[in-house]
């Protein structure tokens, strides 16, 4: 029985994790169980894009040592990684040093083991960019957040947006163009503001067509995904609520479909992705 799942346990228990961290991040995470007993093959689908380094990780049963598997079968994309000989009851865990295609890749899992058994399949990776470092709670002290690398975007942002979309850098692009204009609003609705706000607003109205541009496929959830990572604390709510408000009365015209391109501060039809 296969099951093509990504970042989905259809039967149970499933961790998925997005990349949090500069080095050996988590790329795909699953929690597998043997209910039947009966032989189960499982598919994690994974992008190889915008990470280097891979290695796979299984851990045999829980922490405690129980529920171990006595047999399984590992394979990426067709070549076998782990084989039923590398199992038993006293192997813990297992890792392995594997190289992904840079697109979709399957990592086929199949459980050989009396109901009860579990595994924890991780594939780790590093990613390629030069990303600064995720910044905690301090990111969100201060309405600005912390831009270690000075380019003029909050760090959680960046590395939101780069490990969100690594094999894109045309959204990349555009979510970044998108981001500005959020991110102003919030500073200048506290600045009490008006005109900077106004000026916020257009410069969305263009992003939001470029966006749409680049992506047509439901880009207002792209939107306010974004929109939420950076009006995540109570002040920046209030500088963005602020803006809005001075907002009122307010009119901004948008583009016909055929002018969104020139709405990008970028070319987007020169990128293959």
């Not at 979309?165 to 506290?190: T, V």
């Not at 002040?235 to 009365?249: A, I, N, T, V």
Request: proline share 5%; hydrophobic share 35%; charged share 20%.
């Amino acid at each position: 029985m296969k099951e093509s799942i990504t970042c989905l346990l259809l039967l149970l228990a499933l961790v998925c994790h997005a990349p949090d961290a500069l080095a050996g991040q988590v790329v795909v995470e699953q929690q597998l169980l043997s209910v039947t007993g009966e032989p189960v093959t499982r598919e994690l689908v994974f992008s190889g894009s915008g990470f280097a380094d891979f290695v796979l990780k299984v851990r045999n049963g829980e922490e405690d040592g129980s529920q171990r598997i006595s047999s399984a079968l590992v394979s990426l994309n067709g070549t076998k990684v782990l084989i039923p000989a590398d199992f038993n009851q006293k192997v813990q865990s297992l890792e392995r040093a594997i190289s992904p295609l840079p697109g979709d890749n399957v990592l086929a899992v199949t459980l050989r083991s009396n109901p009860g058994g579990s595994m924890l399949v991780q594939v780790f990776g590093t990613p390629t960019f030069q990303l600064p470092p995720d910044p905690g709670s301090e990111g969100d002290a201060t309405l600005e957040g912390v831009d270690v690398n000075g380019n003029g975007i909050r760090d959680d942002i960046e590395r939101w947006i780069y490990l969100t979309y690594p094999n894109s850098e045309k959204m990349r692009r555009a979510l970044i163009q998108e981001y500005y204009p959020m991110q102003n609003m919030i500073i200048h609705g506290h600045q009490q503001d008006r005109d900077a706000v106004y000026n916020d607003m257009d410069a969305m109205q263009r992003s939001s067509e470029c966006l749409f541009y680049v992506y047509q496929n439901s880009p207002h959830k792209i939107t306010a995904e974004l929109k939420a990572r950076i009006v995540n604390t109570d002040d920046r709510f209030y500088g963005y609520m602020e803006s809005s408000r001075q907002l009122g009365g307010g009119s901004f015209s948008g583009r016909h479909p055929s002018e969104w391109k020139s709405s990008c501060t970028f070319d987007p039809d020169v990128m293959s992705d």
